[in-house]
């Protein structure tokens, strides 16, 4: 099993003046761990692990697998397997030669081979398909044979972009489950990159969250909804997404209230917020931006405003969606909520209501940076984003172990290379 370590990573495309698709990115993923990449498209997360598997070169800094410096250690001896959103499965081959195909081009004693397509089928549940062609494979089923196809090999890191993209709504649910069981059995560092919030809440022991080929936050998926350092990372994780609107901070009697609405409709206490005084107090009289979650707002039968309500809301948009209900509110003042009620409180269109916030749970941010002025760092905690300093360099071999090729390039170089050694191996069958 192996760590991964990233210092001062970038990638620079050449072209354009050149576009810096990854920039400064410095990450230590622990041996065993679960990492989630995530972010917007084109927010640098696949090239990334690009560069961790060898595809990419690095345009600048380091990456580390274990103590080894890799940077110029082709895929194939860095003891990574693959699997990538187009499955990459040889048509031709059955799903059991396609699992075996790497280690029989490794030359691998037929014996062995065996056991270990075996076993890794009976993991995941497809010994059945062993004699079938891609083909006659569901969605589904090709997602298992190529993690197996992966898993034969024993490998120190998984990586897997995106690998749930093409499957439906039901399959990536039972499927995001199963990668989950499978990295437990396993016991082996998983590094998995996704555009889909949903994924990295309920995946990865820590996120890692993108946009502009740069590192927003890095933590638990409960202390990247908790805590986001900004508004990109508060609007990016949850759904529905924060709620977000211009605001003024005041003080009255010594205490704090955020004045929101076109002409200050309503006055909202930031007493209970995560916020110190000397912060609140540094941001009085300036325009900052409020934010509140979805189901942080409840729908009541009170109808005036309160220190700790807006009141004269009209519902305009009522999604019932079975377990929880999603109101979007019309405030006056032009300000515009989503509630997320969890109950079966009836709410129809049109209807007149009032929503009561919970004020631990308000954020706020700084207008002119997008900062969060509210966050965890009160209580003592390092900067999410922290560098973590690289291991020491080895200067021994590299792990000589292969690739699984299960991306589309190197699976289509694997294949034009060894087409003829494929026809003799298997003898001219394809059972």
């Known amino acids: 099993m192996a ?17 810096r698709a990854v920039d400064n990115f410095n990450l230590e993923i622990a041996d065993r761990e679960f990492v989630v990449i995530v972010g917007p498209s084109g927010c640098g997360k696949s090239s990334t692990m690009r560069m961790i598997a060898g595809l990419e070169d690095i345009t600048e800094g380091k990456a580390y697998i274990g103590d080894t410096l890799v940077n110029n250690v082709p895929p194939k001896n860095r003891n990574i397997a693959m699997v990538f ?16 195909f790497a280690m029989k081009m490794r030359h691998v004693k037929k014996a062995e081979i065996d056991v270990r397509v075996r076993e890794t089928a009976e993991m995941l549940g497809i010994t059945h398909l062993l004699g079938r062609k891609p083909r006659a494979l569901s969605g589904g089923e090709s997602q298992r044979v190529a993690l197996g196809r992966a898993m034969v090999r024993n490998p120190e890191v998984f990586l897997l972009d995106e690998p749930l993209s093409n499957l439906d709504a039901k399959l990536r649910t039972d499927m995001r489950a199963e990668i989950v ?113 979805p189901e942080h707002l409840g ?3 009170e109808m005036d405003d309160t220190e700790s309500r807006f009141g004269g809301g009209t519902a305009d948009i009522v999604e019932a969606l079975g377990a929880e209900t999603n109101i979007y509110v019309d405030f006056p003042g032009g300000l515009r909520f989503i509630v997320r009620e969890f109950n079966d409180k009836p709410v129809a269109r049109g209807q ?12 706020i941010f700084d207008t002119e940076t997008g900062e969060a002025v509210t966050g965890r760092r009160r209580h003592g905690a390092p900067p999410a984003t922290e560098k973590a300093a690289p291991p020491a360099v080895k200067t021994g071999d590299a792990p000589t172990d292969i690739s699984s090729g299960n991306d589309t390039e190197l699976a289509d170089q694997i294949a034009a290379g060894v087409a003829d050694a494929i026809a003799e191996a298997d003898g001219g069958d394809d059972a």
């Open 352 to 363: 007149r209501i009032s929503v009561d916030i919970q004020p631990g749970k308000i954020h």
């Open 85 to 100: 959103q187009s499955y990459a499965l040889y048509p031709h081959m059955s799903v059991y030669k396609n699992m075996a």
């Open 299 to 301: 729908v009541t039968a």
């Open 181 to 293: 069981k499978l990295h437990k059995k396993l016991e082996t560092t998983f590094i998995y990159v996704t555009h889909d919030q949903t994924e990295a809440m309920t995946m990865g022991d820590r996120i890692v969250l993108m946009n502009h080929g740069r590192i927003v936050q890095v933590d638990s998926p409960k202390d990247i909804y908790d805590y986001p350092v900004n508004v990109f990372a508060a609007g990016f994780i949850g759904s529905p997404r924060m709620n977000f609107a211009d605001c003024e901070i005041i003080e009255r009697g010594g205490e704090y209230f955020a004045k929101l609405g076109e002409g200050g409709e309503h006055l909202i206490s930031l007493t209970g917020v995560n916020a110190s005084r000397p912060e609140l107090a540094a941001l009085t009289g300036r325009r900052v931006t409020f934010g509140i979650r």
């Open 3 to 19: 760590s991964i370590t990233l210092k001062d990573v970038a990638k620079v495309y050449p072209g354009g003046g050149g576009t």
